[in-house]
Structure formats: structure tokens, C-alpha cells
């Protein structure tokens, strides 16, 4: 059973819920795991109140998001296999930053920069560069929980994008990209689009395709600059927070520091069949 201790009563924080009915709730989700091997999720209280905290509080929406999110890590290998930050392909787009936390918004929601046009596509796989993002994203949910599980907004930063880019993005390689976002716990929010060409909705007409209505409903496209409010928006954006490569050279130091929880989350992905 999971402890009743004061420690994980502070971390219990349903609005709706009183704590003993959240810790049932956790306790519920952990022995639904024992009985379903298969899934082989990470059992710790802290990941499954994650979990059941995005899916506000719904036990069964928490066992789909679950499964979908553990047999995601299983299927796409490429992604997910021999994540090594010292590797040196990943080592490379770390020093370019392709994915850049900055802090939170005016609503306290987590606000990343995904620079899509930062790495040299004669040079760069675009899987690599989604085995590099989603490396710092499971990095970031562990360093700030309490952030990313009030969602995530994404200002998607198109500065120098060329035909070569948008060649490595093939309708395959969209949809995994589209359905991985949903698959993670913490919900994208408002995915913005900056810096964009003339031609930029041709090019996000395909990932529309994938995307549920609501997710949709949060996709924007600006010219320049950007309307997150938040006080650490780097200087490429009109900010006065860290520049990009401020960025890249601490989360590079970061997921340095942390080579060792790759090797632990390596441990919790489906057993295929």
C-alpha cells in the first residue's frame, strides 16, 4: 500500500479531491499496473500522480494515457533507445539548442522554444532531432513536475527554415510527431508558430491533418515575434531573459549531469508482442 505520511500528502494537490481518496486513486493505478506486466510503467508514486494529476484525476483516462504513453517509448525505438547525451550526434544538437525550456507564462504553464530550423538537414536526421527534444522534455517533467502538469506551451521558432527542412518532415514522420505530443501527460496548451514563412500553412496543413479539433483549435502562426507572456522569453524573441545559446549550453550541462536517469527511464516501455 502506499504510505498515508505527510510527505505524500503535500504532494497531493486535487482541487476536487481530498487526499485520502487521491492516495486510493494512486494505489488503485499501481496495482493496476502489477496486474498488467506488459504495460511496465514506471510504479513509483510520484510518476503515476503525474499521470493521474494531468488526466484530471479520471483513474480510467490515467490507465489509456498510460498505456499509450509506455507503448509509444516501446514502438519508437528511434527515439527512445541508447539515449546517451554524450552520444555525439546528440551532443551536436544540444550545442545548437533545438529544444529550449525557458520557464513559465503568465498562467504558470511550462514554455519551450522549439527551434525547427536550427540544425543543418544534410547533416541532421530529424529523428535525431526528436530523440534530442524529447530527451530534455523527460529531463524538464522530472525537474518541474509541478510546472509541466499545467501544461506546456510551445513557441515554435521557423527563423532560417529551408526546403531542406521541410523535406525530412515526410507525412510519416508528422503523424508520430503529432500523436507523441499527445501522448505525453502534460498537454500542449498553445503550439505558436513565429518567424514563419509565406508558405509556412501549406507546410502545417499536413500536421493539422493529425490533429484532434483541440489540438487545433491551439496551433497559431505569427510573422514575428510572440504573444506568450513570460518574463524569461529569450532575446531572439524581444525578451530579456537568457539568449538561445545561454539555453543550449544549460540543458546541454543539464542532461550531462543526468546521464543516468536515461538509463533508468530506458527501463519502462511495453513489452511488445
Given at each position: 500500500?502506499?504510505?498515508?505520511?505527510?510527505?505524500?500528502?503535500?504532494?497531493?494537490?486535487?482541487?476536487?479531491?481530498?487526499?485520502?481518496k487521491?492516495?486510493r486513486?494512486?494505489?488503485?493505478?499501481?496495482?493496476?499496473?502489477?496486474?498488467?506486466?506488459?504495460?511496465?510503467?514506471c510504479?513509483?508514486?510520484?510518476?503515476?500522480?503525474?499521470?493521474?494529476?494531468?488526466?484530471?484525476?479520471?483513474?480510467?483516462?490515467?490507465?489509456?494515457?498510460?498505456?499509450?504513453?509506455?507503448?509509444?517509448?516501446?514502438?519508437?525505438?528511434?527515439?527512445?533507445?541508447?539515449?546517451?547525451?554524450?552520444?555525439?550526434?546528440?551532443?551536436?544538437?544540444l550545442?545548437?539548442?533545438?529544444?529550449?525550456p525557458?520557464?513559465?507564462?503568465?498562467?504558470?504553464?511550462?514554455?519551450?522554444?522549439?527551434?525547427?530550423?536550427?540544425?543543418?538537414?544534410?547533416?541532421?536526421t530529424?529523428?535525431?532531432?526528436?530523440?534530442?527534444?524529447?530527451?530534455?522534455?523527460?529531463?524538464?517533467?522530472?525537474?518541474?513536475?509541478?510546472?509541466?502538469?499545467?501544461?506546456?506551451?510551445?513557441?515554435?521558432d521557423?527563423?532560417?527554415?529551408?526546403?531542406?527542412?521541410?523535406?525530412?518532415?515526410?507525412p510519416?514522420?508528422?503523424?508520430?510527431?503529432?500523436?507523441?505530443?499527445?501522448?505525453?501527460?502534460?498537454?500542449?496548451?498553445?503550439?505558436?508558430?513565429?518567424?514563419?514563412?509565406?508558405?509556412?500553412?501549406?507546410f502545417?496543413?499536413?500536421?493539422?491533418?493529425?490533429?484532434?479539433?483541440?489540438?487545433?483549435?491551439?496551433?497559431?502562426?505569427?510573422?514575428?515575434?510572440?504573444?506568450?507572456?513570460?518574463?524569461?522569453?529569450?532575446?531572439?524573441?524581444?525578451?530579456?531573459?537568457?539568449?538561445?545559446?545561454?539555453?543550449?549550453?544549460?540543458?546541454?550541462?543539464?542532461?550531462?549531469e543526468?546521464?543516468d536517469?536515461?538509463?533508468?527511464?530506458?527501463?519502462?516501455?511495453?513489452?511488445?508482442?
Amino acid at each position: 500500500m502506499w504510505s498515508r505520511s505527510s510527505s505524500a500528502r503535500r504532494q497531493v494537490s486535487a482541487p476536487d479531491s481530498d487526499p485520502d481518496k487521491v492516495l486510493r486513486q494512486v494505489q488503485e493505478l499501481s496495482d493496476w499496473l502489477v496486474a498488467n506486466p506488459h504495460v511496465n510503467g514506471c510504479n513509483t508514486f510520484e510518476n503515476l500522480h503525474f499521470f493521474l494529476r494531468t488526466s484530471k484525476y479520471d483513474v480510467e483516462r490515467t490507465k489509456k494515457k498510460l498505456k499509450t504513453f509506455y507503448q509509444m517509448r516501446a514502438e519508437r525505438t528511434e527515439w527512445f533507445d541508447n539515449r546517451d547525451p554524450h552520444l555525439p550526434e546528440i551532443q551536436e544538437l544540444l550545442q545548437l539548442g533545438v529544444f529550449l525550456p525557458i520557464g513559465t507564462d503568465s498562467e504558470k504553464r511550462m514554455v519551450v522554444v522549439i527551434r525547427t530550423a536550427a540544425h543543418d538537414p544534410k547533416k541532421h536526421t530529424q529523428n535525431n532531432v526528436f530523440k534530442t527534444s524529447k530527451m530534455i522534455l523527460d529531463l524538464l517533467l522530472k525537474l518541474d513536475p509541478e510546472s509541466c502538469a499545467e501544461g506546456m506551451v510551445a513557441i515554435l521558432d521557423m527563423q532560417g527554415v529551408q526546403l531542406g527542412h521541410a523535406l525530412q518532415l515526410n507525412p510519416k514522420l508528422i503523424k508520430r510527431s503529432v500523436e507523441s505530443w499527445t501522448a505525453y501527460p502534460c498537454q500542449p496548451k498553445l503550439l505558436e508558430f513565429t518567424n514563419s514563412p509565406r508558405h509556412v500553412n501549406i507546410f502545417l496543413n499536413t500536421f493539422r491533418i493529425f490533429m484532434t479539433p483541440k489540438i487545433r483549435s491551439r496551433v497559431m502562426v505569427r510573422r514575428e515575434g510572440t504573444s506568450v507572456n513570460c518574463t524569461q522569453l529569450p532575446k531572439e524573441l524581444g525578451g530579456q531573459g537568457p539568449s538561445y545559446a545561454e539555453l543550449a549550453i544549460k540543458w546541454k550541462q543539464l542532461l550531462e549531469e543526468n546521464s543516468d536517469f536515461y538509463m533508468e527511464q530506458d527501463k519502462y516501455k511495453s513489452k511488445l508482442k
